[in-house]
């Protein structure tokens, strides 16, 4: 009897089944891309800070307007997020890193050749509602190329990069505009973030299994692409969780206040109240931004630590509540002192960063660039409407003092201003203390 051939071998495929998560080098790169990226839209966000004299001479506005100019990056930055937490479950985070660096050259580039003041907040528009794409994108990223055990950590290690580009914001930038001025070096922020998106194009894969590898992400998620009713859907669904609500609204308290401070009034305000050079006064704010970057993945790691997201978010509420108020109410309070303070209230704000795996764990795992979004826009909320808020109350206060063709204001105008930056953080704290506590695992 002639034998039969042998039966093929039912997982032939089994060889080129991906057995291995990718190497640490190929996971770092495309983690630094995008990191690079945030870097980029968090230098933009905060850059007004030290032009604060320059925008006002160039455009001939007073506070108001100027708080205005700022705050155009943040709403279209806010406006972008649903649409990015949609479009990034639809098309994934290479595409819309991608495309977010070259809109991004785009408005860079018009905000800083435009002799018009309606041009200059098309072009803050822009550049805000391009760069809205690049927190959700990293984390997206993250979720793919990193163990879940990670997240929190990372976040905070994300969250350090945007700060470095705030840092770079601050001093540095002020430097390049007394020697370049503020038009040139806005271009060539433009051709930074065209570079960027150049590296992505290049090196950026939305998940290991494209180059062979096992993925990190849950399998509700792999190389998913929902369509636009789901995503809807799925972002009606996520407000259904009370953790969402307050998560949301939290945010904005504690990244509003640093990023209104740092970001816009916090240089002329310690120009005025301590006769500081506006380079001195940018130090004092980079003081604060290292010690917010430094903090943030600190927070996360701990959080994951102990294995509790509330104890850590809303102590670190409380304690920037208290450290502002310090800062702009005790008499008498020297540089030294106010640097010290400042610093505390800075470090006790990077607790945010926690807000991510905590609104992430809080509802379903398929939605997470959607919640990232949400949270995202939370974040945004809060300088989006106190940096115009503020400059509305100095603008009020203004006794119609003049130095070289720019707005001058009291020190108290600020710091009735920067009142309602302690009341909003206060609010989140006793939002937060109703949260669930989800104990660093994915509750649904």
Request: with cysteine; charged share 10%; glycine share 12%.
């Amino acid at each position: 009897m002639i034998p039969r051939a042998a039966e093929p071998v039912a997982n032939e495929s089994i060889e080129t089944t991906p057995v291995l998560h990718p190497p640490l080098i190929a996971a770092w790169g495309i983690w630094t891309i995008s990191a690079l990226f945030y870097l980029m839209g968090f230098y933009q966000r905060v850059s007004p800070s030290v032009m604060t004299d320059e925008l006002m001479r160039a455009f001939g506005i007073g506070a108001a307007s100027l708080g205005t100019l700022s705050a155009f990056y943040y709403y279209f930055y806010v406006a972008m997020q649903i649409p990015t937490g949609v479009l990034i479950d639809m098309l994934g985070a290479r595409k819309l890193l991608i495309g977010g660096a070259a809109i991004a050259t785009l408005g860079a580039i018009t905000f800083g050749s435009t002799a018009s003041f309606a041009m200059a907040c098309v072009g803050r528009a822009i550049i805000g509602g391009s760069t809205a794409v690049g927190w959700v994108v990293l984390l997206k990223l993250t979720t793919h190329w990193f163990p879940a055990r990670k997240f929190a950590m990372l976040s905070g290690l994300g969250l350090l990069f945007g700060n470095l580009g705030a840092l770079t914001a601050q001093v540095p930038l002020r430097v390049s505009i007394q020697h370049f001025g503020w038009r040139p070096v806005v271009i060539a922020s433009a051709l930074a973030i065209a570079l960027v998106g150049i590296g992505a194009m290049f090196l950026v894969r939305d998940d290991p299994s494209e180059r062979g590898y096992l993925s990190y992400a849950p399998a509700g998620v792999q190389r998913t692409r929902l369509g636009l009713p789901e995503l809807l859907a799925g972002f009606r669904r996520i407000f259904g969780y009370s953790n969402t609500w307050l998560i949301f609204i939290s945010q904005g308290g504690v990244v509003g206040s640093i990023l209104t401070f740092t970001g816009l009034w916090g240089t002329p305000y310690l120009r005025v109240r301590y006769g500081l050079q506006v380079t001195q006064a940018a130090l004092v704010c980079s003081v604060m931004i290292a010690c917010w970057a430094i903090s943030s993945p600190i927070c996360g790691a701990l959080s994951d630590r102990i294995g509790r997201r509330k104890p850590i978010y809303v102590g670190g509420c409380l304690l920037a509540a208290a450290g502002w108020s310090g800062m702009f109410f005790i008499p008498h309070l020297p540089l030294l002192g106010f640097v010290v303070i400042g610093a505390i209230t800075a470090v006790a704000s990077g607790a945010v960063v926690i807000g991510f795996a905590f609104g992430k764990e809080s509802v379903p795992v398929q939605f997470l660039g959607t919640i990232s979004g949400t949270v995202n826009i939370g974040n945004m909320i809060g300088p989006m409407l106190l940096q115009p808020a503020i400059g509305r109350v100095l603008d009020r206060a203004w006794t119609g003092q003049m130095s070289h063709g720019v707005h001058v204001y009291s020190a108290p105008a600020y710091q009735h201003g920067f009142l309602l930056m302690i009341a909003w953080l206060v609010l989140s704290a006793i939002l937060l203390s109703f949260t669930r506590e989800t104990f660093c695992h994915q509750t649904i």
